[in-house]
């Protein structure tokens, strides 16, 4: 009777053991981290990025005769209208068409207005109506070679492009334009600007309707208008998923795995010892409990990108291997130091409802598992970096 007491209790000793072995399970803890290389952003889809502007200003030609004209009499109206697209925060390209009345003197009567300037040189008034339709090549200066940042009041973008000139007024004239310019882009908000264009053209000599001793005729521009950037307008940083587990932890998990093979060892001598053949069967509880996950978003954004989709789908099969018992709350944050209180807790919400949906809807973790929470604005919760606050924590209760 004695002896199957003590076997009795060699058993249970053994068997929780083993419910203690397979207890203990190591999950890594996964982040997300944005890069903070100005430098680096992922690149958009062909539809984000574009924007589209219009201006008005004033302009001057320069034909062959007409420096002999006050510089002002020869200023008229000049109106612009362009469609563009950036292909990174330092490139981008334009559609573009500027153009209305020109002014200047003319020698053989071309587009004369009749109104004599100098009856001596044969000199007479001249206007005519024309437009120039151009493509260019924009480079943003200030995210090339300072780095992207997505709120920088005043941005200096030069650009060149070729073109094709005309004038419909008799005798019709046209020509390949070669322009080069500076758009000056000053940020009044999020999409909108108010620029400043400044632009020089040439075209054939024979444009204005005469030749003379030049090859080209130039007009300058200047321009003030606005310009709208279209959503998607900002670029995200790339971003890497980190998996970290210190050296302490894994140290800890194997001395444990040895004292209880060491143990179980032991026991197994011990019960053969005894004689003992009849083994009662051993129910093992398996619980795991996976660690707190961080997943960090752009700023006003809530969008789940892929990379976060292939870590909540590791999170996912966890939860569900771990049973019923342990459930986890997932809780949205934002970044206190950017935007109202009110867009703060939308997007707290938001992010943490995204992540919501991905585990229940997409990986069909049980909804009965997790509770979803929401903080709004928060201070830097990590690191005295306001990034990591514009994020999704998910851990066990």
Known sequence: MIMKKELMI??????????????????????????????????NRFFD???IGAG???????????????????????FELYLGKSFSPGVAVRLAVNGFKIKGLTQNGAHSTGEVFDAGKRLSKQEFNYYNVHGDVLFNLNNLLSGYKEDRVYTLSPYAGLGWMHT??????SGVSANVGILNAF???????????????????????ETGNRKQDGLATAALGLKYTFKKRNWDRSSTTVIRQSDKELNALRDQVNTLANDNEILRKQLAQAGNKSVTDVVVEKNIIVAPVLLTFPINKSVISNEMRVNLGFLAKVIKDGGAKVKYRVTGYADKGTGSKKTNERLSKERAQAVYNILVKEFDVPSSLIDVSYEGGVDNMFYDDPRLSRAVITIAN
């Not at 203690?20 to 992922?42: F, G, H, L």
């Not at 001057?60 to 200023?75: A, P, S, T, V, Y």
């Not at 620029?195 to 075209?203: E, F």
């Open 49 to 51: 990025n574009w924007f």
């Open 187 to 209: 940020r009044v908000s999020d999409g909108l600007d108010i620029t400043i264009d400044l632009r020089g053209s040439m075209v054939d000599d024979r444009f204005d309707g």
């Open 10 to 43: 060699l058993l249970c000793l053994f068997c929780g053991g083993e419910a203690w072995s397979q207890s203990v399970e190591s999950v890594k803890d996964t982040v997300v981290q944005q890069s903070t290389d100005k430098y680096k952003v992922e690149t």
């Open 56 to 78: 008005a200003g004033a302009q001057i030609f320069f034909g062959d005769h007409d420096k002999q004209m006050k510089f002002g009499d020869r200023l008229t109206p000049g």
């Open 168 to 173: 419909w007024d008799r005798p019709v004239e």
